[in-house]
C-alpha cells in the first residue's frame, strides 16, 4: 500500500464515526390456551417500515429500563425485561438534520403481561402481535431477523423443557 493510500484510509478512519447507541424491547407473549409465542411489532413513524420499540439512552436508566420505557411509550406495552440483552443488530438512521448515521442497537426481551389503552405514542403507528416468522418476513435488517430465529429457539426450547413428561404405561 502506497503512503498516499495508508493516508486516505486513516483519514477516511478518523471522520468514520461510531454508531450511535440504542435500546430496544423485543415484546412477546405466550397465548394461554395454544402456547403459541407472538412478538410484537409495529411501524416506524417515518418511513412505515416494521420495527420493535426502541430509543436513545436516557440519563440515570439502565438500558434495560429505557428498553421497558419505549415499549410502553411506543406500545403500551409493559411487563417483566431481562436485564442481559439478547444481541444487538445495527441499521442506518436518518437523522432530523440530514445526516445519515449507523445505529447499534442493543436487544432486550420483556415479557408482556399488560398493554395499556392509552399511551404516549398511540395513534402513531400501527402495532401487531405476529409470530416469530412473520416477525422474520416483515423486518428489514437481517441481523433483527437474527434475533427473532434466536428467540423462537430459545422459547420452544424453554416450553419444551416446561411440558410435563409422558409416564410409560406399565
Not at 420505557?69 to 445495527?90: D, I, K, M, Q
Not at 416468522?133 to 422459547?155: C, G, T, Y
Amino acid at each position: 500500500m502506497t503512503i498516499l493510500a495508508r493516508l486516505a484510509s486513516d483519514v477516511q478512519l478518523m471522520f468514520r464515526r461510531p454508531p450511535r447507541l440504542q435500546y430496544a424491547a423485543l415484546c412477546y407473549r405466550v397465548r394461554k390456551k395454544s402456547s403459541e409465542v407472538e412478538v410484537l411489532l409495529m411501524t416506524s413513524r417515518d418511513t412505515g417500515r416494521w420495527v420493535i420499540p426502541k430509543g436513545w439512552p436516557m440519563n440515570g436508566k439502565r438500558s434495560y429500563e429505557v428498553a421497558a420505557r419505549e415499549a410502553h411509550e411506543e406500545a403500551g406495552a409493559r411487563g417483566a425485561v431481562e436485564h442481559e440483552p439478547l444481541g444487538s443488530y445495527t441499521y442506518p438512521k436518518m437523522l432530523k438534520d440530514g445526516l445519515k448515521v449507523t445505529c447499534k442497537v442493543q436487544v432486550y426481551v420483556l415479557e408482556v403481561t399488560d398493554v395499556a389503552k392509552n399511551f404516549k405514542e398511540k395513534g402513531e403507528r400501527r402495532i401487531e402481535w405476529v409470530s416469530c416468522d412473520e416477525a422474520v418476513k416483515r423486518v428489514n435488517e437481517p441481523e433483527l431477523r437474527d434475533l427473532f430465529l434466536l428467540f423462537k429457539r430459545r422459547m420452544s426450547e424453554r416450553l419444551q423443557a416446561s411440558l410435563p413428561r409422558q409416564i410409560p404405561v406399565e
